[in-house]
């Protein structure tokens, strides 16, 4: 059986991501037309997509069987009334591996005090000796398949590791919670905090000035998951009156984020531009041809969003 696939992304992605395309196509046995050409819509079967590749009107793709997302977030594409069949997120193993990575050297870098090592370079002599991991306990929020990855990697190097996720979870040698009253124990026993949930309705904002207040004086909040996670005005305050003693943020609400925004200047905020984890190609394609895969055999799809949850 032949399938239509129909790549939707923009044109600089094509380069990238064609060849490890046909290649897993092949190596998965499947006869396939991949195109950038929709041509006629009602012969393409599935749509490899990302947000931001301007489609936006599914309702000409009568044969659509699925579309499925090259990226881990799907808020922009997850409430669209045209889209009508299963959609699929971005869970693959170099993405994974990219957050554990990033997430691992900022935790350590505050936990080791590496910026008060930086800053001691001109023969000025000040030891600041850093606590053991075990004494350093560490909030992650998000269960999913990254925010429990970070997690299960955090408590390997014996951090005291608190997870929170909506509903009941279990990581192994995590402590998890849910819940509005798990979220306050969790905040309340983070020194350092860790982003990694989806954006809904009940997650934008999740960090405003009442949750930023449970945190310990002198935590620091880290964010590789949603920019509006945070409430950015009650963030800067919490800064300004030292209750956090930094900010480390990957994400941001507008990208990139302007020169004149005040995270830039802000002497306890380190800006990153959004690299925590990049989707890579080679992976990805495994990951969208073998749900083409399962789904052209009769096999579940993987990864599918639950659109009323939003993830």
Wanted: charged content about 20%.
């Amino acid at each position: 059986m032949s399938v239509n696939i129909l790549f939707s992304a923009r044109p600089e992605h094509w380069t990238e991501y064609e060849p490890h395309l046909r290649h897993w196509l092949a190596e998965a046995g499947l006869e396939a037309r991949l195109t950038t050409d929709a041509g006629s819509a009602e012969e393409i079967d599935y749509i490899i997509y990302a947000p931001n590749s301007g489609l936006l009107d599914f309702t000409p793709y009568t044969r659509l069987k699925a579309v499925l997302s090259l990226w881990a977030g799907i808020e922009d594409i997850v409430g669209n009334e045209t889209l009508r069949v299963p959609l699929t997120r971005m869970v693959d193993d170099g993405l994974t591996e990219g957050m554990v990575e990033w997430v691992l050297g900022q935790v350590l870098r505050h936990h080791l005090g590496l910026d008060h090592v930086l800053a001691h370079q001109s023969g000025e002599w000040v030891p600041e000796v850093p606590p053991l991991a075990r004494n350093r306990p560490v909030t992650v929020l998000g269960l999913g398949a990254l925010g429990a990855a970070c997690a299960l990697a955090l408590a390997a190097l014996n951090f005291p590791v608190t997870g929170w996720s909506r509903t009941p979870k279990s990581v192994a040698g995590v402590t998890c919670l849910s819940g509005p009253e798990g979220l306050e124990q969790a905040l309340a026993r983070a020194g350092i905090l860790v982003l990694l949930l989806p954006l809904t309705p009940g997650t934008e904002n999740l960090l405003n000035a009442a949750h930023l207040d449970q945190l310990p004086p002198g935590a620091v909040l880290i964010n590789p998951g949603r920019g509006p996670l945070v409430d950015e005005a009650a963030l800067l305050d919490a800064l300004d009156n030292g209750h956090l003693s930094h900010a480390t943020l990957d994400v941001f609400r507008v990208e990139p984020l302007p020169a004149e925004h005040p995270f830039w200047a802000h002497p306890a905020v380190t800006v990153s531009p959004h690299v925590a984890s990049e989707t890579r190609a080679e992976t990805a394609s495994r990951v969208i041809v073998e749900n083409i895969r399962r789904d052209a055999a009769g096999m579940p799809l993987l990864h599918v969003v639950d659109r009323q949850r939003g993830y």
